[in-house]
């Protein structure tokens, strides 16, 4: 599976748009982009995930560019319990079997 | 919908003893995972099940680590003997068999081993 690389922090302040960037420029053409987060003490959760085009849901907005080398993950309104460990995977479609979760983005929300 | 749960939420014991550490999947989810989270070493995927099938234990760290799924609402993963070193937050998911289903998570285990 492609590698994934991630700024290790960032910060937002709340009600403003947080934008996580994920750089995977050995993805493949049959990979998927999956975000995960995992807020302090919870088990991971499920965000969101797509393959070239851009995706929406009502936790947050996918980004694709068009070579598919890196991509957006858009919370458009970040609160406070947004703060959290941002993960962005790419894995073979299909069966998510054995997702790698590399060390991610801690977003921090700030009042 | 319950979610995964995952019991005990903490356990606390001495190097040496056993401990078992089980997990109810979502009614219907296919497939169950154990994955291991600690500073060092982030999260790390032990063992995957597909109806109650062990399909990968590549991640088990050693033979002391053992995992089993006796029917589709259960899975326990044991240490035997357990180590400083196993301490760790242990969490399970679960999914269903669709294309590109997503991982639901537990609340994980908090294991201590002094």
Redo the contacts between chains.
């Keep these: 599976d492609a590698k994934t690389t991630q700024p290790p922090s960032m910060d937002c302040a709340e009600g403003r748009a947080a934008n996580l960037p994920c750089n995977h420029s050995t993805i493949s053409g049959n990979e998927?982009v999956?975000w995960?987060r995992q807020i302090h003490?919870?088990?991971?959760?499920?965000i969101i995930?797509g393959l070239k085009n851009n995706e929406t849901n009502e936790m947050a907005s996918l980004i694709i560019t068009e070579d598919r080398k890196s991509s957006t993950l858009i919370l458009p309104h970040a609160t406070l319990r947004d703060t959290a460990v941002y993960?962005c995977i790419v894995r073979v479609?299909?069966?998510?079997?054995?997702?790698?979760?590399?060390?991610g983005t801690r977003l921090q929300v700030f009042p | 919908d319950a979610g995964v749960i995952q019991s005990p939420r903490h356990e606390v014991t001495e190097m040496g003893q056993e401990v078992t550490l089980r997990c109810k999947p979502i009614s219907g989810h296919d497939y169950l995972f154990w994955y291991r989270q600690t500073m060092m070493r982030g999260l790390e995927l032990l063992i995957y099940f597909n109806n109650n099938v062990p399909i990968d234990d590549s991640g088990m760290p050693e033979d002391r680590f053992s995992a089993k799924m006796p029917n589709a609402s259960f899975s326990t993963l044991k240490i035997q003997p357990s180590e400083p070193r196993d301490s760790a937050v242990y969490f399970c998911a679960s999914r269903t068999g669709t294309a590109n289903s997503p991982l639901h998570f537990g609340n994980g285990t908090r294991l201590t081993v002094t």
Excluded at chain 1, 41 to 46: E, F, K, L, V
Excluded at chain 1, 95 to 103: A, E, H, Q
């Design positions: 998927y999956y995960y003490s919870q088990g991971p959760q499920y995930h993960y479609g299909g069966n998510t079997d054995k997702l790698i979760f590399g060390t």
